[in-house]
């Protein structure tokens, strides 16, 4: 099984390292072929570990000594075992199909090779995070996401940067260093609780550190609970850190699908799954966590209900569907967070695949007001489009139907009421925006031809392609019951109650309709024709939504500014005239003594005879003196 | 009565007129000359001290030094004489090859 676990691990760095020799070279059909099929050697392997993990159990390999230094050992050891293989699964057949999505969508783009080669990196380091059998490993391929997440956002960094007012996001250098930055911040955080844990439990392998978590304090639990959701928070974009997500759209569609929808984002989810023995300990800040992640699920979906930006509206709806998973994780119902993840990561990769085509035919335009009725047009990426929607959403029998309404089922059988009426609403919301998305895109007459767009369906393999994300969106949901027991041998099962049990019936059904009721609603204001209100676009709420709340100015103002201007201050006063003073006045002195004493050297024999006789007279009294003291 | 004192305060006066000569003397022919005085000095202090002291090896040292002034000035007179004629002169005010 040895053999499994590093085909599927280092298939997408070997496939990153050759897409790399030709980076620089212009493009090159076979990379974009090589690579794919490397992902989808390594999708096979994952698939395979899964099997075989469900048969046998866990699988663990040992590939050397890392670091040996006095007391600390830590191995470059992996552990497969079941979430890890939900992980490794999910991770790579969305990567094997957004590679081969993107050998159609990067077609005419210079960097068609370099492309490939981050987008395999990133799956590589997205590997080495979830199979690490320790938190240093998890750390190395947590760090290893975020440069390809910086990477692949700033792929097409040559662009200026323009005011807010014509793109929220500036420009895809600004966001990339934006998201690298604020995961930064972040990631501090994790690195604390990391070095708490290691203090305190003396390791970091998983095992042994969870075995031990009964004996330790309480306080000290909650500190390393604390730091490591910091991380989390930043990685899976959690408010205040929530941000760069909607700025990260900027990189190309693929991307997004990949790294800011699937995967790198649901990392933060992962840590607090893998780290569950710890959250059960501390129910405080597991609960802090539900509330928290149920605030950013109604936030998110707020601003999507009136952003006019097409990835945008798949981005904030991205962050609301992490505020779910983080809702189950806090409320102690972790396979069902984990269960929220995969079923998302098929229907939100679809999702924006299919924006992705409707970028490409609409010529990188995203406005949606400037679209309509490219449904007659692309007729399969709106059923795709439609049908993830509808997971989304939450609609029987899709995945996103199972797996949401799982969460808000624990929700009520926490008696969280307040929890589960709020994420009950974001339900509604939810709909409402996926479905404003997709009928104002889709339906709504005809607008594209007044900015003298010509839209074109995309080529059939790259539709061909998508097909597994497609089948997954649907059928996914139907296998909750084995995927339940296939994770709750690792993770601590979930039982409802009797009385939840009873009342399933009626939850499901209240979800049902407000889900319907937001489709419903968007059917009723945008499939027949784009009606725009004046007065309600012009209107306070309107307009704090359409600005993120105002977010990002006020971050600017209070963070980025000051900043900037300490450091001008920094620069000016402090580097420029203590610093570099000092060093400059020793190099100034030096230079100075060594002019002067110039003089001596005047070629002439005499004069150093003289000086030699001197320095011998001077020394002599010297040892004459010394001698005398002592 | 002629002590060590003696010996010594005429080995300080030769060494010292030889470092004047070394000093002051513009010729390199005159400088070879104030050594050669600067190393005499030595030995009369070796000789004097190794009398005193009944130990030989200050003498034996006296003779060592007496060697190398010999061959020191056979070499340096051979390369005076090699530089006179090629700058015919042996004036340290006009050989300054190396000034910085």
């Not at chain 1, 975020?146 to 966001?175: M, Q």
């Not at chain 1, 699908?257 to 800040?285: D, F, K």
Request: aromatic share 14%.
């Amino acid at each position: 099984m040895e053999n499994l676990v590093y085909t599927a691990l280092f298939a997408p760095l070997i496939g990153s390292l050759f897409a790399a020799l030709f980076g620089m070279s212009p493009k090159k059909q076979f990379v974009g072929v090589v690579t794919s099929i490397l992902l989808f050697v390594s999708f096979v392997s994952s698939a395979k570990l899964w099997a075989y993990v469900s048969e046998h159990g866990p699988v663990h390999v040992r590939l050397m000594d890392w670091i040996v230094a006095g007391d600390m050992y830590v191995p470059f050891g992996f552990n497969v075992d079941q979430v890890t293989a939900v992980m490794m699964t999910v991770v790579t057949i969305v990567s094997t199909v957004v590679h081969i999505y993107s050998n159609g969508y990067m077609e005419h783009d210079k960097g068609f090779n370099r492309f490939f080669s981050y987008l395999s990196a990133f799956v590589f380091s997205m590997m080495v995070l979830v199979m690490s059998d320790n938190f240093l490993g998890l750390f190395i391929g947590w760090e290893g996401v975020g440069v390809c997440s910086w990477l692949l956002i700033g792929f097409w960094y040559h662009k200026e940067d323009v005011t807010r007012d014509v793109n929220p996001s500036i420009s895809p250098s600004w966001a990339a260093n934006e998201a690298f930055i604020m995961n930064r911040i972040a990631d501090l955080g994790m690195l604390v609780g990391i070095f708490l844990i290691y203090w305190n439990f003396g390791t970091l392998q998983y095992d042994a550190v969870f075995e031990r978590v009964p004996e330790m304090g309480h306080g000290l639990l909650v500190a390393i609970g604390i730091f490591l959701f910091i991380g989390a928070m930043g990685k899976s974009a959690q408010f205040p850190l929530h941000t760069w997500l909607a700025d990260a759209m900027e990189g190309p569609t693929p991307v997004s699908a990949l790294i800011h929808a699937a995967t790198m984002v649901t990392a933060g989810v992962y840590l607090v799954i893998r780290a569950n023995p710890i959250y059960s300990e501390i129910p405080e800040v597991s609960y802090f966590i539900a509330v928290l992640g149920t605030f950013v699920a109604i936030f998110a979906a707020s601003m999507a209900l009136v952003n006019r930006d097409l990835k945008r509206i798949i981005a904030y709806s991205t962050l609301s569907q992490l505020g779910y998973m983080f809702a189950a994780a806090g409320l102690g119902a972790y396979w069902v967070a984990l269960f929220h993840l995969a079923a998302h990561a098929f229907f939100k990769a679809l999702l924006f695949l299919g924006a992705g085509n409707v970028m490409h035919a609409m010529h990188d335009e995203l406005d949606i007001f400037k679209m309509g009725d490219l449904r007659k047009i692309m007729k399969w990426t709106y059923l795709y489009m439609g049908l993830a929607s509808l997971a989304l959403a939450g609609i029987w029998p899709l995945a996103g139907f199972f797996s949401k309404d799982t969460i808000l089922e624990v929700a009520f059988n926490e008696h969280a009421y307040g929890i589960w009426f709020i994420l009950w609403l974001t339900a509604g919301l939810t709909a409402f925006y996926s479905f404003r998305l997709v009928f104002v895109a889709f339906w709504s007459g005809n607008r594209y031809e007044k900015f003298g767009m010509h839209p074109h369906e995309v080529q059939p393999y790259v539709l061909w392609g998508m097909l597994p994300l497609g089948i997954l969106a649907v059928i996914f949901g139907w296998y909750h019951e084995s995927f339940m027991h296939f994770v709750t041998k690792l993770l601590p099962a979930y039982e409802m109650s009797e009385h939840t049990h009873h009342m399933t019936g009626t939850l499901i059904t209240v979800t049902t309709l407000i889900a319907l009721g937001g489709i419903l609603v968007a059917f009723r204001l945008y499939s027949h024709k784009l009606k725009r209100n004046e007065k309600i676009e012009n209107s306070m709420p309107y307009r704090v939504l359409s600005n993120q709340y105002y977010i990002p100015i006020f971050y600017e103002r209070v963070f980025s500014k000051p900043y900037a201007e300490l450091s001008d201050i920094a620069w000016k006063e402090i580097d420029m005239q203590v610093v570099d003073a000092t060093v400059d006045g020793i190099a100034s002195i030096v230079e100075e003594t060594g002019d002067s004493a110039r003089g001596m050297q005047t070629g002439n024999l005499s004069d150093y005879l003289k000086w030699m006789a001197f320095g011998l007279v001077a020394l002599a009294i010297m040892a004459v003196i010394v001698a005398m003291k002592s | 009565m002629i002590g060590l004192g003696h010996y010594l305060v005429l080995s300080a006066i030769l060494f010292s007129i030889g470092l004047v000569g070394v000093i002051r003397r513009k010729n390199l022919l005159m400088l070879f000359f104030s050594t050669e005085i600067m190393l005499n000095a030595a030995n009369v202090a070796f000789a004097a001290i190794s009398s005193y002291h009944n130990d030989l090896a200050g003498q034996m040292f006296a003779f060592f030094i007496v060697a190398v002034a010999a061959s020191e000035v056979a070499v340096g007179l051979g390369l005076l004489i090699l530089l006179y004629k090629k700058r015919g002169t042996l004036d340290l005010d006009k050989l300054t090859l190396l000034k910085g």
